[in-house]
């Protein structure tokens, strides 16, 4: 390629700055895990999985059997939820805190673990009354909000699956991953806030499952937060502030397989349908423990 056809680079940065020797000497990632990886990775990663914590230890690493699905720690039961709260309550971490939230309208609220494990374990009551078990599939579209926290932490305890939806897209878009899923119960709000005021979020609902578009769908949880007033359908909108009030704190988290699904992430639908990922609950589990760990050097 000659000179004329080249793209010039004006911003070519060739500059490394080394971390301090103190940064270096408290980080928890060391160099040796790399050399761990290489020498042997499933190894390796069978031991990151072990940090979490198993109602039942697997001993199957990896099932590649079936490229280019992946089978990690199959034999092996946990739970999500469990792991993100349970257990660090009772290693007695339970007044760390968990969640920092702050709104636009600059509102603000903290959760300890304790008081997100509670949270989540009323949830999680609320669903199973609302009839949804394992396996069945929950969309959520909500702003960005403790209750979408909360409600994918409770969707996880059950065994369930959700799927968020962005709180922007349309009703078409709701409607065509609804269906997609065949998602079986809605969680949203009355709106967010976005730019100043107040966005409504559930009228996009409501027009999603209009005539029967979404036929699976029985009920929708709705999250007061902007207090706008809503179209109102008996029999299939409950409050949710309601529902969690009347929910038990207490709620026992079952042990489901490493290969449960976790979440299913649509694609944008730009080029065409939004085709579904689908995330399992163990590697999915493991590799995310492991990130928040030794890259984002999280300490307890």
Known sequence: M?????????????????PSKNFVRDAIAKPELYAQASADRLAFWADQAR?????????????WSDAPFARWFEDGELNVAYNCLDRHVLEGRGDRIALYFEGEPGDQKTYTYAELTTEVKKAANVLTGLGI???????????????????????????????????????????????????NLVITSDGGFRKGKASALKPAVDEALAGGHASSVENVLVVKRTGESVNWVEGRDLWWHEAMD???????????????PLFILY????????????HSSGGYLTQAAYTHKNVFDLHP
């Open 2 to 18: 000659s000179a004329e056809e080249t793209i010039a680079n004006l911003s070519t940065e060739t500059r490394s700055f080394a």
């Open 51 to 63: 940090e979490l914590h198993w109602h039942k230890p697997f001993t199957k690493t990896l099932d």
């Open 133 to 183: 078990v394992a396996g069945e599939r929950v969309a959520i579209y909500l702003p960005m909000i403790p209750e979408a926290i909360i409600s994918m932490l409770a969707v996880a305890r059950i065994g369930a699956i959700h799927s968020v939806i962005f709180g922007g897209f349309s009703a078409e878009a709701l409607t065509t991953r609804i269906n997609d899923a065949h998602a």
């Open 246 to 260: 009347a929910a038990s704190p207490e709620h026992e988290a079952q042990a489901f397989p490493a290969e449960q």
């Open 267 to 278: 694609t944008s639908g730009t080029t065409g349908t939004p085709k579904g990922i689908l």
